[in-house]
T-cell receptor, first 114, second 112 residues
């Protein structure tokens, strides 16, 4: 069964460093998402991406964040200058088509900022 | 997006049906009800969704009241592996992308 994969599973970085979280969505999916979950808190929407551009972003997704689909298979989330409060699980999700199709989530990347 | 209200936690005996309620009294006509679950710290997993008719798939059944203000997710024969946080989410299907707004969900503990 096709699945969304994410790498790395755990990333440790120093405050102020740049990190890139990688996702490989399901191959024929067209819609992509990033969510995050701070330990013990809700899953929060960050950004949605379709047709090579951002469709929607939350207030969390400020200028420090960017997304890219560089080669037609990977979908990346970059945080330019990490802060302590960026420590969280980051989940990528993909969706076959828009509307009421379900989203398939990856296993997540645990980001720890020291 | 409409908000949902779910109990914080529920217990269920293994092998019995688990009935998880959700209140979405402000749901609008073009919003679907979705259920996802999250086992420990894994990525959320889609379970089922519906608009106004009852739905069933291999995982669960979804019962939506006639006025659509509430729904119940039914796991017919709960197993220990069904222990998870279950999220009831309403979302508009009209846009190109539909972000999911997660609440705190219901922690279902299946007891042996």
């Amino acid at each position: 069964e096709p699945e969304v994969t994410q790498t790395p599973s755990h990333q440790v970085t120093q405050m102020g460093q740049e990190v890139i979280l990688r996702c490989v969505p399901i191959s024929n999916h067209l819609y992509f998402y990033w969510y995050r979950q701070i330990l013990g808190q809700k899953v929060e929407f960050l950004v949605s991406f379709y047709n090579n551009e951002i469709s929607e972003k939350s207030e969390i997704f400020d200028d420090q964040f960017s997304v890219e689909r560089p080669d037609g298979s990977n979908f990346t989330l970059k945080i330019r200058s990490t802060k302590l409060e960026d420590s969280a699980m980051y989940f990528c999700a993909s969706q076959l088509a828009g509307g009421r199709n379900e989203q398939f989530f990856g296993p997540g990347t645990r980001l720890t900022v020291l | 997006d409409a908000k949902t209200t779910q109990p914080t936690s529920m217990d269920c005996a293994e092998g019995r049906a688990a009935n998880l309620p959700c209140n979405h009294s402000t749901i609008s006509g073009n919003e679907y009800v979705y259920w996802y679950r999250q086992i420990h710290s894994q990525g959320p997993q889609y379970i089922i969704h519906g608009l106004k008719n009852n739905e069933t798939n291999e995982m669960a059944s979804l019962i939506i009241t006639e006025d659509r203000k509430s729904s119940t997710l039914i796991l017919p024969h709960a197993t220990l592996r069904d222990t998870a946080v279950y999220y009831c989410i309403v979302t508009n299907y009209g846009g190109a992308t539909n972000k999911l707004i997660f609440g705190t969900g219901t922690l279902l503990a299946v007891q042996p």
